[in-house]
Nanobody, 119 residues
Framework: QVQLVESGGGLVQAGGSLRLSCAASGRTFSGYSMGWFRRAPGKEREFVAA????????YYTDSVKGRFTITRDNAKNTVYLQMNSLKPEDTAEYYC????????????WGQGTQVTVSS
């Protein structure tokens, strides 16, 4: 059974940093893309960042470019999201996702981790 387990969320002041981790088990995701989405209260889930499993290319939504960095450690089957210069509008539940055999992100999801940024 595939599981994605996020950790690292919490409460931080504006301007602070957090590092989210997503540990996968049940299959290896080396060679498959992984990423992060978030859902703020009252809003739709939105894409945050992704990292290709084929060449390591990274992709970000415009609002986090220059502040967030996505990386992966294939040996640990884990993806990370380093979040710097956090803003109150970054407050959301953050979800890890992974590509499966269907060839797209969203085949697998974690349970989410809450990030709250106070002003």
């Amino acid at each position: 059974q595939v599981q994605l387990v996020e950790s690292g969320g919490g409460l931080v002041q504006a301007g602070g940093s957090l590092r989210l981790s997503c540990a996968a088990s049940g299959r290896t995701f080396s060679g498959y893309s992984m990423g992060w989405f978030r859902r703020a209260p009252g809003k739709e889930r939105e894409f945050v960042a992704a990292i290709s499993g084929r060449d390591g290319s990274t992709y970000y939504t415009d609002s986090v470019k220059g502040r967030f960095t996505i990386t992966r450690d294939n040996a640990k089957n884990t993806v990370y999201l380093q979040m710097n210069s956090l803003k109150p509008e970054d407050t959301a539940e953050y979800y890890c996702t992974a590509e499966g055999d269907n060839g797209k992100l969203g085949d697998y999801w974690g349970q989410g981790t809450q990030v709250t940024v106070s002003s």
